[in-house]
């Protein structure tokens, strides 16, 4: 029986996000769509460019980097296809921090996104001058910290997670003795808390898109929908997490929907997950989990800003001009390495 844990967060003021609006993107013709997809085709090829996409990025984007041999995948699937692929230019479409990791584990390769303006709100959240402050007031613990986070904050941590390696990774921690200070998403951190039974302390950061789902319009979604199953990334709040059928990473959440018997699923993450969930559930019907309060437009908002930053035009424009390229000194890229290849390497012993 896992023990009943205080919330343990830290006692940190952390800086105001300021998110952006939702872009409003043009629309195009059909003509013109595929004329933009092959011009982008043709760049890739010329510069041994290779179209890296995350799962909450938009449907052309995601699609594109299939057709082009690329991958559509989390966060830690992408850093391992960079560090795997020949091409000298890794193109990242998703957010700042991904970019930043594939330049850490690539520093001898040219590494694109879209906007580097594409940032998170857990990265936002946790500046790298209080959390480091923070994490020399608690020296006796490992520093774990989630993949969203900046370079610098990657650097000053012990070891890199996902939300897919989290769990078993502090169970290996506890297991060695060590104390945990984890950082940001604190409800990813509570939910690994109550799994394994580790007290931690949380740095007090979390997902804008996530924070917004709303547990009471859940419980009367389900009635609504009594043949769904409900799916959750444990970077949601609690009492979103504790109506869930399946708590897991992208990747859990997209397999589910593939395997589960369920007609029927409702989705509280990013709603660009949705379009890997129809490829491999085609017969499938796809709910959002609410996120409307008062004076919201729609029923379900689950779209982060920053991911939606990141467009056909914009891609088309840095491998034309060259712009947006990512940089990491190669100092500060050996140290953050560090942390992130224990992540990798422990993935490996855990195939095996």
């Given amino acids: 029986m896992k023990k009943n844990l205080q919330e343990n967060l830290a006692d940190v003021t952390i800086p105001d996000v300021n998110v952006p609006p939702h872009p409003v993107h043009l629309a195009m013709s059909t003509r013109e769509l595929a ?4 011009h982008i085709k043709t ?15 938009d449907a052309l984007l995601q699609d594109l980097a299939d057709e082009t041999g690329g991958c559509v995948a989390d966060s830690l699937e992408m850093a391992r296809f960079g560090t795997t692929h020949p091409a000298r230019t890794l193109v990242v479409a998703g957010v700042r921090f991904m970019g930043e990791t594939a330049k850490i584990l690539n520093n001898e390769k040219r590494v694109l996104m879209p906007d580097l303006n594409a940032t998170c709100s857990l990265d936002e959240g946790c500046p790298i001058d209080l959390f480091a402050a923070f994490c020399d007031r608690h020296p006796d613990h490992t520093v774990v910290v989630y993949a969203n986070t ?36 604190r409800h990813l951190g509570r939910y690994v808390q109550q799994l394994t039974g580790v007290e931690m302390i949380l740095w007090p950061g979390s997902c804008v898109v996530h924070e917004e789902f709303k547990a009471g319009a859940l419980e009367e979604m389900c009635r609504r929908h009594p043949r769904a199953a409900v799916l ?11 109506q869930a059928d399946v708590i897991g990473s992208t990747t ?5 929907v593939r395997t ?9 993450t990013d709603a660009g997950i949705f379009n890997k969930m129809r490829q491999a559930a ?48 190669p100092q500060l890229a050996t140290r953050a390495r560090i942390p992130i290849q224990r992540m990798l390497d422990f993935a490996r012993t855990l195939k095996k």
């Fill in 35 to 38: 004329q933009l997809k092959e």
């Fill in 43 to 57: 760049m890739l090829r010329r510069q041994d460019a290779v179209l890296v996409a995350h799962y909450y990025t």
């Fill in 150 to 185: 900046s370079a610098e904050v990657k650097a000053r941590s012990d070891w890199v997670v996902t939300s897919g390696i989290a769990l078993p990774v502090i169970r290996h921690l506890a297991a060695r003795g060590e104390k945990i200070l984890w950082g940001p998403d």
């Fill in 232 to 242: 959750v990334h444990p970077e949601s709040p609690r009492e979103v997490v504790a």
């Fill in 252 to 256: 859990a959440l997209i397999e589910a």
């Fill in 260 to 268: 589960l018997p369920h007609p029927e699923f409702i989705i509280a």
């Fill in 282 to 329: 085609p017969d499938k019907i796809l709910l959002g989990a609410p996120t409307a309060g008062e004076g919201a437009s729609c029923e379900s908002c689950a779209r982060c800003p920053w991911m939606e930053m990141n467009t056909l035009e914009k891609l088309a424009r840095t491998l034309e001009n060259g712009h947006n390229e990512v940089e990491v000194s």
